[in-house]
């Protein structure tokens, strides 16, 4: 039968305190012979083939040590790394920031060149949204009766070579935000004009995005000089008669596009327009709050 | 008996020189290992154990330190003899048994080391050798001595349940 024998150390200063006393008495011998001179040549050959060894773990260990440094060299390097990306992150966000205000500035440049080469005040601010739908061309504009703006006012915006353009007008204003009635919906009608040397051909600018083309100038006189090419202003009657309604706020003479066809319809001549700005596609756009025609 | 002895030199002068050549060196400071093995054992085996533990490990040492033969080995017998015989009487259970047995050691062991430099070398400045020997040997000794302790404890328990015998 097996079984496990229960272990107990057996006190070992009684075993024998004889052996401990006999060590010390040998390690005391050896000191004293040693001292002596006895045991030199020994211990010379003793470290003759010890030394080697030695020489041998020490280069171990210094390679280990080296191995163990390099470890903490790779905590450092990790650590810069981190240190680094930190910095890096924060430097994009500064190039961000740096990058928006560029933006902003290039706008506000837009801005002042508008305002020096056009007798108007702008208020610019971004698109930031279209109607869902696809009925209606109205889109929200982020600046509102806190800002100034009321219902009426002309919107422009610029693309590409192209003049500043009318885009639409504010049809209803909140405190911070504003719908914009674009150009190339079919409800919108804004009096328009086309000079023709010392002529002014008038008629009404509508928008015929739902009919398939953009734009068209009717109510206009079959006689009129139209031709492919001319440019079509705002007319802004209501303006100039200063009536009390709110297409009084949409000055004269803002850009609106070119002539692409002249059609007879009737005793009516109708002018199909390019406008000189997609109004889908503008997400800047300013409002004319003030137009003072004597500076022009 | 003599081929347990001969294994026992050849592992402790093993120890000997990666405690001259390997161990790193905290704050300068080398690390005891023959020391705290010595005590260790004598912490479990008892004092004779120990004693020949520390004999063989200071010849070793002697051998790779290039020291007088003998020194080493009467330092480590001083400290581990002592140590181990004080605390010993304390009982095992007890955490503090072997870092207070290693502080005593260590303690011992430069105290005769130091007596013996004079004696042999050079009068030896005690109030530096304290400084720069004796204070940090012994604090550096003291933390791994409750590890290394518990490990000779585990190998202890290990092997006395590995003792089958038949019983009849």
Known sequence: MLRDRPYCLSPPARRSPMLVILLVLIAAVLLAADYAGLLGPLRLHAHAIISPVLVRMQQAGAWVESLISQAGDDQALLAELEALRAENADLKARLIQAEALEFENARLREQVRIEQAYPWKLLGADVIALTPDTGRRLVLFAAGTDQGVRPGMAVIAREGSNPPALIGIVEEAGPRTASVLLITDYSSAISAQVYRGTDVVRGVIQGQWQRGSRLILHLVAREAPLAVGDTVLTAGLSAELALNLPRAAVPPNVPIGV????????????????????????????????SDESKK | MIMHDVALFAALFVVAL???????????????????????????AGTTSAARWAFYGGLALD??????????????????IVSTALVSRLSRE??????????????????????????????????????????????????PALPLYLVFRWNEDRVRRRVPVDVY
Do not use: S
Not at chain 1, 260 to 288: K, L, S, T
Not at chain 2, 108 to 135: C, K, M, N, R
């Open chain 1, 259 to 290: 002539i692409e066809i002249v059609q007879d319809i009737g005793r009516d001549r109708i002018a199909g327009i390019r406008p000189f700005v997609d109004p889908d596609r503008v997400r800047y756009a300013w409002v004319i709050l003030t």
């Open chain 2, 63 to 80: 051998l790779c330190a290039m020291t007088f033969i003998g020194t080493h080995a009467l330092a480590l017998l001083a400290g581990v």
């Open chain 2, 18 to 44: 990666v405690q001259t050549a390997l161990l790193p060196r905290p704050f300068d400071v080398p690390i005891n290992l023959t020391l705290l093995l010595a005590v260790c054992h004598g912490l479990i």
């Open chain 2, 94 to 143: 007890n955490w503090l048994v072997p870092i207070l047995g290693v502080a005593i050691g260590t303690i011992l062991y430069h105290a005769v080391y130091a007596l013996f430099l004079t004696l042999i070398v050079a009068p030896v400045d005690l109030q530096g050798y304290a400084l720069a020997a004796l204070v940090p040997d012994t604090l550096i000794a003291m933390i």
